[in-house]
Nanobody, 120 residues
Framework: QVQLVESGGGLVQPGGSLRLSCAASGSIFKIYLMGWYRQAPGKQRELVAYITDGGITNYADSVEGRFTISRDSAKNTVYLQMNSLKPEDTAVYYC??????????????WGQGTQVTVYS
């Protein structure tokens, strides 16, 4: 079993900052990719950012330049630094990881989500 535990969500004013963390634990051979998705009420879940095992990053156009994704491989942890937050960033943020528990099979895992609310 692999578990992803998110933390760092909360309430923040527009223009403020939050830092999300997601720690993976369990039977892990290798983590190939970790990322963050978000879903607002009535909307589809969308990719926010991801980072590969090689350090390649990708950001949604709506957050590029404001958010930064990083990782600590030794701790199997990914972070999302969110600056200049806007009301439209309000959503439940989900951590995602592509994990192999052996040398062959790769499976996707999800955290339970953490609420981010940006308000005036």
């Amino acid at each position: 079993q692999v578990q992803l535990v998110e933390s760092g969500g909360g309430l923040v004013q527009p223009g403020g900052s939050l830092r999300l963390s997601c720690a993976a634990s369990g039977s892990i051979f290798k983590i190939y990719l970790m990322g963050w998705y978000r879903q607002a009420p009535g909307k589809q879940r969308e990719l926010v950012a991801y980072i590969t095992d090689g350090g390649i990053t990708n950001y949604a156009d709506s957050v590029e330049g404001r958010f930064t994704i990083s990782r600590d491989s030794a701790k199997n942890t990914v972070y999302l630094q969110m600056n200049s937050l806007k009301p439209e960033d309000t959503a439940v943020y989900y951590c995602n990881a592509d994990v192999s528990r052996d040398e062959m099979e790769i499976r996707g895992y999800w955290g339970q989500g953490t609420q981010v609310t940006v308000y005036s």
